[in-house]
């Protein structure tokens, strides 16, 4: 087989795949969101407008929710990778021969259910969980306090506790890419280490942390389990509203159209993004 | 001349190691802390996860065997998670090649297209299949589930392997088809071989992606549920609670010695 | 030639023809002869062979599948895209909704074994214009809870819900037709009358009203923990919380307010077009039956529509939390309406601009 065969062998099933399970799909979306409501059946298009998207922008408080939902995930996004570089760092330069046994513990969390690692986490945040217990029994406070459960903030930190672990990995990743030949170069210089750190190892990784940032911040801005479940009366987010149209309400043209423009507000994130990285290799 | 010696003994200064070290173990501790307490509930006497403990009971773990719904969700959940993972680990390693090896007209549409599943919200993508799979009158299975969960595989499958593949020089590849052999043994004989590890990792993670993934199940699955939407189901009836965490528990050990057997044979080769 | 063998063939497809119209005659088989299969469009947990144990011991030889539904808007959805099951569990507030889209076929209660058990305002649940349309299954109340040690004194109104006295420990369930249910009793209006203002006027309340909620809940695990630890003093609740939570001790009282408690049912119907027909109406008459009525008040506290299966609870704690020794309770609860699809998408966008306001 020669290579040109081999790139329609190797272009047809991934782009079928994707066309029929992922675009078309979204195309559906996107018809159905201009609809009133499903009576007729899927497959029929009766008189599109954008009556959804007219209600959804005389609805402040669903766009301000979405405004919002996008700054949660951006403080999420940071802190996680911001405190997973060292998770990282750790395991590519320090843990030797043990980084993968190291490895496979940060990641076996994961194959337990996220539902079941919240609620007991929800045990440790509670006001008689282990936090406030301890907070009390040493003196610091008096009463439990609720603030670290039901409210946003909850939701943030959770979050944020979730992602390190996954947030590790790109930047491990790159971090493992780094010519050790670079290093040594540095030392012979004269750097310190911190100096070899600023200068030689951030810059290299920095590829892995905006990937890093960007895994963690894209999924957080549709996320909705974890309001439900640690975020009390005021904690919900954009995901919410997306979630309850379609399973409380059956409301799946309304439904639609807030997902249209939460995934266009996404891509446009993505863009500014994309634009941001490329003005960085300019000035590097 | 440096001393190697003495860069390994610098790069290991006193100071940073015990630091770094110290917060490894410490979100360790923090990751294994709700875990530790799941495990101490699947053996407390008592149906809710509240303190004080009411004492040692191992009747929860008796119970997931006497459950054939429970135990055949969490078998749905590793035979969807399996598949998906090899569809996917296949399909994205395609798109890989593609994208480092190959330039054509619609490369940024393919990549893309491969990309932007993560940037889709599952809730969003669930729903949108569930109005693709409707209007086909295609029935809810696993198989529709298993569908969904390769579409966001693919973005990381994609990413790792072609990152990899980015590293390595094409000019072993035109080398091999200088000597003779045509792609497909060149891509068998050379490419494979040094991605394999890059794309066992990108099986690894697209499997765990899919295990314990909900929001698309949720919307998917028709008569066999995978684990997380049973348990979301389950959750309705406080008094079932314990012995979900106690199968949870066995999965969770079970899939540690698992791994930690996987890693001794690596390192033993 | 042609014809010599033709004429051979005739006897041969007369025979064919009466063996089968033989077997097209509905001869009347023994239940426990009956092969076939049924599929149940059900919420997870409902598969369990407790709830429908009278069927499988009478039909041991008919296979009965499970799709699962995770919730009421789900099974519609489900349901409305085409989904074959040939019986599904809808809950009160939902079923209009299937009789106006012709999703449900009608029930022929004279070979209901049981139906004679099933009192009349239940029956009357799954009634739309004189036609039986579904069987009530499962029922429950829905009053306020509240922590006996934590709350002064008795409650006896909807509107404790709102009380700044519980602030920070309230939680309601998080649903927008149950948020206007709870401020429609407090107001004294008419449930299936709700103007746009009044909507308004409700939206601003739950608005307010989240400064004195601590969560909404959306299973009853979440519910009994928060209570059971002491998050929670005065919640939303049905009756299942209030049985499990007496029956860890936990000093609660289940209130009786003025204006009624709400009561909920869950029904089944079959679906319309189905070609089981007749296994999916014995489906039915055997759930109402008392071995399964049994287990699903033990099991999972939730009433059952048979009434002989309600008046034989013993237990004093299930006693309790159905107020079984209270005859009049019946009368003096407000059971769901149901909701046109209008009414559902303006109620349940209410209550998701009460969660998503600044």
């Known amino acids: ?284 | 001349m440096a001393d190697v010696r003495r860069v390994g003994a610098a790069a290991r200064s006193p100071a940073a190691p015990s630091g770094l070290g110290l917060y490894f173990f410490v979100l360790l501790l923090l990751l294994y802390l709700p875990i530790a307490l799941l495990l101490l509930f699947s053996v407390n006497d008592n149906t809710t996860l509240t303190f004080p403990l009411r004492g040692l009971t191992g009747r929860w773990y008796a119970g997931v065997l006497a459950e054939p719904g429970l135990l055949r969700a969490a078998r749905n959940s590793r035979v969807v998670a399996a598949g998906s993972s090899l569809v996917a680990t296949l399909l994205g390693t395609m798109a890989a090649l593609l994208v480092a090896r190959f330039t054509f007209r619609a490369k940024l549409a393919l990549v893309s297209l491969a990309v932007l599943p993560l940037i889709v919200p599952f809730v969003v993508l669930g729903a949108s299949l569930l109005l693709l799979f409707s209007a086909a009158g295609i029935d809810r299975s696993l198989g529709t589930v298993g569908a969904a969960h390769t579409v966001i595989s693919i973005p990381y499958v994609l990413l790792i392997v072609a990152s990899r593949l980015a590293e390595f020089d094409p000019s072993l590849e035109e080398a091999a088809m200088d000597l003779g052999a045509d792609y497909l043994t060149t891509l068998r004989r050379v490419v494979v071989p040094i991605i394999a590890p890059a794309v066992a990792s990108a099986a690894l993670v697209a499997f765990t992606v899919s295990f314990d993934e909900f929001a698309l199940a949720l919307f998917l699955a028709g008569r066999d549920p995978t684990f997380p939407v049973y348990l979301l189901g389950q959750l309705r009836f406080a008094n079932r609670l314990p012995i979900l965490i106690s199968l949870a528990m066995v999965m969770t050990v079970g899939t540690l010695l698992l791994a930690l057997a996987a890693e001794r044979l690596r390192r033993a080769r | 030639m042609k014809r010599s063998r033709a004429a051979r063939l005739w006897p041969m497809v007369l025979l064919s023809a009466a063996a089968a119209l033989a077997a097209c005659t509905p001869a009347p088989a023994e239940p426990g002869e009956v092969t076939g299969s049924l599929t149940v469009l059900d919420w997870a947990g409902y598969d369990a062979s407790d709830f429908w144990i009278d069927f499988q011991q009478t039909y041991p030889n008919v296979t009965v599948s499970f799709e699962f539904g995770a919730s009421d808007a789900d099974i519609y959805t489900k349901m409305a895209a085409g989904d074959q099951a040939d019986v599904f569990h809808p809950y009160t507030g939902w079923l209009q909704l299937y009789v106006d889209e012709g999703l449900v076929e009608e029930i022929d209660t004279s070979r209901l074994t049981n139906w004679d058990k099933v009192p009349d305002e239940m029956k009357a649940i799954g009634q739309f214009d004189g036609k039986q349309y579904f069987v009530p299954w499962d029922w429950g109340f829905t009053s306020v809870l509240y922590r006996t040690d934590v709350v002064e004194g008795e409650i006896d109104s909807w509107s404790a819900l709102f009380d700044p006295a519980y602030a920070g420990k309230i939680s309601m369930w998080d649903d927008g037709p149950g948020a206007v249910t709870v401020s429609s009793y407090i107001h004294g209006w008419d449930e299936t009358q709700i103007t746009d203002e009044q909507l308004e006027q409700i939206q601003q309340e739950w608005i307010e009203q989240r400064d004195l909620n601590l969560f909404y809940w959306a299973g009853e695990p979440e519910l009994i923990e928060a209570m059971a630890n002491g998050d929670v003093a005065v919640a939303y609740a049905w009756q299942g919380a209030y049985a499990v939570l007496l029956g860890q001790g936990v000093r609660v009282a289940y209130a009786d307010p003025v204006e009624g408690r709400n009561s909920w049912v869950g029904v089944y119907g079959i679906r319309k077009g189905t070609e089981n027909y007749d296994l999916a109406l014995a489906f039915l008459a055997l759930k109402l039956a008392e071995a399964t009525g049994n287990n699903v008040v033990n099991l999972f506290y939730y009433g059952h529509a048979n009434q002989d299966v309600m008046n034989a609870i013993t237990d004093e704690t299930l006693k309790q939390a159905f107020s079984i020794d209270d005859p009049s309770i019946l009368e003096r609860t407000n059971f769901t309406p149901n909701l046109t699809a209008e009414q559902r998408d303006a109620w349940t966008a209410m209550w998701a601009e009460v969660k998503a306001a600044p």
């Open chain 1, 1 to 284: 087989m020669d290579r040109r065969r081999a790139f329609w062998v190797l272009v047809v099933p991934p782009a079928l795949w994707l066309a029929a399970f992922f675009l078309l799909p979204l195309v559906l979306m996107a018809v159905v969101s201009f609809r009133a409501d499903l009576r007729g059946g899927l497959l029929t298009f009766p008189d599109l407008g954008l009556r959804q998207y007219a209600a959804l922008a005389s609805t402040p408080s669903f766009l301000r929710l979405l405004v919002l939902s996008s700054l949660v995930a951006l403080a999420v996004a940071a802190v996680a990778t911001a405190s997973a570089y060292p998770v990282a760092y750790f395991l590519a330069f320090r843990a030797g021969r043990r980084a993968g046994v190291y490895l496979l513990l940060l990641m076996v969390p994961f194959w337990t259910s996220y539902l079941l690692r919240v609620m007991a986490w929800k045990l440790i945040l509670g006001s008689s969980g282990v936090i406030n217990s301890l907070l009390i029994a040493s003196g610091v406070l008096d009463e439990p306090v609720s603030l670290f459960l039901y409210n946003r903030s909850a939701v943030g930190i959770t979050l944020t506790y979730v992602w390190i672990p996954f947030a590790a990995l790109p930047i491990l990743a790159a971090l493992q890419r780094i010519e050790p030949a670079l290093m040594e170069a540095a030392f012979d210089l004269g750097a310190t280490p911190l100096r070899r750190f600023l200068r030689v190892v951030l810059p290299l990784s920095l590829p892995g942390v905006l990937a890093s940032f960007f895994m963690v911040f894209i999924p957080t801005v549709g996320e909705y389990v974890t309001p439900l479940l640690v975020g009390g009366s005021r904690g919900s987010l954009y995901g919410n509203i997306i979630q309850d149209f379609f399973t409380k309400a059956a409301n799946w043209p309304l439904g639609s159209a807030l997902s249209m423009v939460m995934l266009a507000m996404t891509l446009a994130w993505v863009a500014l993004a994309a634009r941001l990285v490329n003005l960085r290799q300019w000035l590097t």
